[in-house]
């Protein structure tokens, strides 16, 4: 039912964009259908590559079908709102009707508006924020432990081998004790992940890996992901625990299982080490409090990429990003040091987190 919805908004989306360019540019007939066209193209390219049939593509071609269509998805999202600012502009004669048919100037502005967008939102997504957090914690610990938290890499045909071993060099640069992962490693296929034997890159890490399963592990195959995490030396916790460093671990498999163990279940009673609990997706942050974990580390939301889908997140979740508590227990939903689809971040950022916990 999800999907349905999202494919008749998207095309009802693309509908009134394609009226809209067909009226604002100032074109002959023919120029006008080929733009038409191309938009109907770029459209069907989407959807073919979120089908397993990209995976027979060669790898360039592949790459270059995912981040076009994917990236066009972007385009389409900012011209909708940029007609719709200027219906309404017109309604309030800020300008004359004549601005959006045959309009030259018309279609600079829309023109130059979109592609400043877009240029500023490649550039800020290939900026890498860092949060850093201190946790302190009344439970006994040997030593102050240094934490690299992350999730949300979606690797694949857009963020490929040369992006990882940049994010590798970031995460080791911070010299952590334990890196943390908290789900969508693979982005849509684990091919190109082997294609370009990414687990070397991760191998790299200076630290123990720990990870949980997200909704993107399910949809690029569960075995075949398990396969890629054991051979880049993730230890990856579905439903299970860890004991490191005198601190509980625990990695929830992704809510997409219905049938995963309930939070409680797996940390037991009367636990006296500090828990950390690593899960997917941030809804039901009530269950962490109720169990007494002290501090949660979640991804997913993307804080929606770019703006406004950001408010939509905020709407939806009850912490859509960033540092949260519920009585003594904290948590942190990662914007994601990835990305899914196009590589822009506009009104919201990627980043990593370096989180450093010790006894008061």
Same mark, same amino acid.
């Given at each position: 039912?999800?999907?349905?919805?999202?494919?008749?908004?998207? &095309?009802?989306?693309?509908?009134?964009?394609?009226?809209?360019?067909?009226? =604002?540019?100032?074109?002959?007939?023919?120029?006008?259908?080929?733009?038409?066209? #191309?938009?109907?193209?770029? &459209?069907?390219?989407?959807?073919?590559?979120? %089908?397993?049939?990209?995976?027979?593509?060669?790898?360039?071609?592949?790459?270059?079908?995912?981040?076009?269509?994917?990236?066009?998805?972007?385009?389409? +999202?900012?011209?909708?709102?940029?007609?719709?600012?200027?219906?309404?502009?017109?309604?309030?004669?800020?300008?004359?009707?004549?601005?959006? *048919?045959?309009?030259?100037?018309? /279609?600079?502005?829309?023109? &130059?508006?979109?592609?400043?967008?877009?240029?500023?939102?490649?550039? *800020?997504?290939?900026?890498?924020?860092?949060?850093?957090?201190?946790?302190? /914690?009344?439970?006994?610990?040997?030593? /102050?432990?240094?934490?690299?938290?992350?999730?949300?890499? *979606?690797?694949?045909?857009?963020?490929?081998?040369?992006?990882?071993?940049?994010?590798?060099?970031?995460?080791?640069?911070?010299?952590?004790?334990?890196?943390?992962?908290?789900?969508?490693?693979?982005?849509?296929?684990?091919?190109?992940?082997?294609? !370009?034997?990414?687990?070397?890159? +991760?191998?790299?890490?200076?630290?123990?890996?720990?990870?949980?399963?997200?909704?993107?592990?399910?949809?690029?195959?569960?075995?075949?992901?398990?396969?890629?995490?054991?051979?880049?030396?993730?230890? #990856?916790?579905?439903?299970?625990?860890?004991?490191?460093?005198?601190?509980?671990?625990?990695?929830?498999?992704?809510?997409?299982?219905?049938?995963?163990?309930?939070?409680?279940?797996?940390?037991?009673?009367?636990?006296?080490?500090?828990? =950390?609990?690593?899960?997917?997706?941030?809804?039901?942050?009530?269950?962490? !409090?109720?169990?007494?974990?002290?501090?949660?580390?979640?991804?997913? %939301?993307?804080?929606?990429?770019?703006?406004? =889908?950001?408010?939509?997140?905020?709407?939806?979740?009850?912490?859509?990003?960033?540092?949260?508590?519920?009585?003594? /227990?904290?948590?942190?939903?990662?914007?994601?040091?990835? &990305?899914?689809?196009?590589?822009?971040?506009?009104? %919201?950022?990627?980043?990593?987190?370096?989180? !450093?916990?010790?006894?008061?």
């Amino acid at each position: 039912m999800g999907f349905i919805l999202f494919f008749l908004l998207f &095309i009802a989306a693309q509908g009134y964009v394609a009226w809209r360019v067909w009226q =604002i540019m100032p074109a002959p007939v023919a120029v006008k259908i080929a733009a038409m066209v #191309l938009m109907v193209a770029l &459209i069907a390219l989407f959807f073919f590559a979120m %089908t397993p049939q990209l995976d027979k593509l060669p790898m360039p071609v592949a790459t270059a079908a995912y981040e076009v269509s994917t990236s066009y998805v972007i385009v389409l +999202l900012y011209l909708l709102l940029l007609f719709v600012c200027m219906e309404l502009g017109r309604l309030v004669h800020l300008f004359p009707r004549e601005f959006m *048919h045959g309009s030259v100037e018309g /279609t600079l502005i829309v023109t &130059i508006a979109v592609v400043a967008l877009l240029v500023y939102g490649n550039l *800020h997504y290939r900026h890498k924020y860092c949060e850093r957090l201190q946790l302190l /914690t009344e439970k006994p610990m040997r030593e /102050t432990v240094r934490m690299v938290m992350v999730s949300d890499l *979606h690797l694949g045909y857009h963020n490929n081998r040369q992006e990882l071993a940049r994010w590798v060099d970031s995460i080791n640069a911070q010299k952590p004790d334990i890196v943390l992962i908290a789900g969508d490693i693979v982005d849509r296929s684990v091919k190109p992940l082997l294609d !370009e034997d990414m687990a070397a890159e +991760l191998r790299r890490v200076k630290a123990p890996i720990f990870a949980c399963p997200g909704n993107h592990e399910y949809y690029s195959g569960y075995a075949a992901c398990d396969s890629f995490y054991h051979d880049a030396g993730i230890r #990856l916790l579905r439903d299970e625990t860890a004991v490191w460093g005198g601190m509980l671990i625990v990695g929830r498999d992704d809510r997409t299982n219905a049938a995963r163990k309930p939070l409680a279940e797996l940390i037991g009673r009367n636990e006296k080490r500090y828990v =950390i609990v690593l899960d997917h997706q941030p809804y039901h942050l009530e269950e962490a !409090e109720q169990a007494g974990v002290d501090f949660q580390l979640s991804g997913h %939301t993307h804080h929606g990429q770019v703006w406004p =889908i950001s408010w939509v997140t905020e709407l939806i979740y009850e912490c859509a990003w960033g540092l949260h508590s519920r009585g003594e /227990t904290q948590y942190y939903v990662s914007s994601g040091l990835g &990305i899914w689809g196009g590589k822009f971040r506009i009104g %919201t950022r990627s980043e990593f987190v370096v989180a !450093e916990l010790w006894s008061r």
